[in-house]
């Protein structure tokens, strides 16, 4: 009764008393009582704003407020305004409260026609093949260094930055509707969406693959690259195609000038979307990203690919360190979901779709006749079944999407990577990813067993395609690549004297080259039994500090787990020792990994890394590291300070043993290790390291 009486009660009332019926009977004496209402929700600002137009000749000012109005908008930017007296309008814009026309961009949800299964993720694994908790896919080969790569689809912007409406269970049967933003606040949106997506990966650093559907038009996949690759958002390289729904031409701004219309070409708009994206991500159709000799970055188009002889391609194929083929794919082959049935660009044709699913086809085959032993990433937004009718390649790695159907093959048979469809019902983005062997490139791999002279810059091409950085190498000789059962050792004759290339630097031998040759088999022998025991627990290291977060980088009996936070196993006696180190010299060192993880100075992710740490070693997943903590200490034990080298002594030896478990290469030689005997391991390891540490000439810039 109050209330009705005197309307500004209600500001003082009881959240209990205050119906949404009082409050629309309130605005309906007076749309200005809303001011007295606590919280109004968007739907009673926008009903006070539209319930009473002025007409032409009654003055405004009385009915609404700048006050009010600034306050509704700042609760509700996407309020109709259409009706607000126009001097309200011009002073909202003057305070940017109300964006210009040309500012305004239409977001229009379209869905297509596509499968649709109820059950979340179709999953297939092997015994076998595992993933750790992260979603990271171990599909390495080998026991080498390998690297991460990350992938996301079907991200559909239009809905994800959208609220669905009331009705409906399931992303197909949510009601939507076109909406206009101003482009700040589509950037706010697609930010914090893309803060989950960034966050959700161990390493912002690493190779990130895209599958299309990004969004329906080309201005807002722009706004998306261009927020993704800001600088608080991904660092590493990003390969991307395009989707079905990229092709459409919905009618929305675009990037301008140009518009994408209806009658354009497919190679059109893909051109226009290869323009927006710019240097932001590598954009593929039927092209092929090659990793040139491990370190140039080379994509092949279709024709390059066709044209190109095969003995052409396939010697650019083997010199490269990483493949990835990339394209729509098209659905040519689904006699369902066909350019009939699902969304294509308007001038798009069934006829179209089967050639443009042929010519796809053709590229594949070419590539995978060429690469035929290799692994390659084959990067589609349609299933392989759209667009071919072969079986996978158990070699390859298939990463797609489109389906909106999660799912997931990991066997002999083949790699099929779609389980990280967003689709259209907004949730939070979260990346997968797959861990592969990096793949070193061997120029003098057609060379045949022996002592081959080279010259300076092939030794420098031979090191850089290796992954081993060597500026130069200005000894005056004559370089010998001794080359046997696949390992090398570098030998510099100058003179009558001889000396064991490391890299840039060089340490001197005793012996002559055919010594040497005659030896090797037996040396490599030698040091894999010696040493192969540590290597593997530094290896098992390495895994459990990605596991939680960390770099895993290994670096002689370091294992890094970032910058500054490391892990060193001593050689001597198999203990760990956490340490943070800001140089060389200066050190401290703590005596479990949870307690360097809770005090660092300075840890990049600090609590995510301690939380996962945590988790994981409360699961047993961290049997190297948690088994090496004592639960008797907790967490405020006083670090020690460290204020000497001398951890880095048999490290910078394990580190020029590494290249030979690594890259295959020879960098010490000790003739004490040809008489290794495997049944005292420990004494020869610690005899061997201690001998090899005092000739030793190399130096390590890491710490």
Known sequence: MAVRSYPISLQDASSEFISKELCMWALDQDPMNLEYIPSPDSPLIEYAIDKKTPSDNEDPCPLLSIGLCRRALQRNPELHIDTLPSQIQEQLKAEGLIASPDSIITITPIKSAIPYCKDKTLFRIPKTISKDSHFIYDLTEGDGPARTLYYITDLHLEFQIEKAGKNGNSEHDVAYEAHNYTEDDIRKRIKRKLKTLVNSADNQYDMLLIGGDVANSIELESIFYEELTSHDGWKGEIVCILGNHELIADGTKTCSPRKCTAGESIDEIVSAYRKAIGPRAT??????????????????????????????????????????????????????????????????????????????????????????????????????????????????????????????????SGVILSDNQIGYAPRPWKLKGFNLDIRRVDIFASYPDGAHQIGHDQYIEFNRCMGISVQSCKYPGEIYALKRCGYYMFILKDGERLYLLVGGRRNKLTHEIDYYFEHLPVYVDRVQGAFGPYQNALHMIADEVKQFGGSGTEHGCIVDIDYFNHIYLNPFDGKLTPYFAWDMDNKITFKTVGQLLNGSPFLLQESSMLERYKKLSKRRALPMLSGHDNDNEGMATIPSLVLDRAIYKPSRIMRSIQYLFDQNIIRLWRDEILSFDPSIANTQLIYAIEQAEQECNETSGNY
């Open 283 to 412: 954009l593929l159709e039927n092209q092929l990203y090659m990793l040139y000799k491990g370190r140039k970055r080379v994509v092949l188009d279709e024709a390059d690919i066709i044209n190109s002889s095969v003995d052409e391609l396939t010697e650019a194929c083997n010199m490269s360190s990483m493949l990835i083929l990339g394209g729509i794919g098209f659905s040519g082959l689904n006699p369902i979901y066909n350019a009939n049935s699902i969304l294509y660009n308007s001038s798009m044709t069934l006829e179209e779709d089967v050639a443009r699913s042929k010519r796809f086809r053709a590229v594949y085959e070419k590539v995978l006749t060429c690469a035929e032993n290799l692994r390659v990433i084959v990067l589609t937004h349609t299933q392989m079944a759209d667009w071919s009718t072969d079986a996978y390649n158990p070699k390859g790695i298939y990463v797609n999407g489109h389906t909106h159907q999660n799912t997931l093959l990991l066997d002999k």
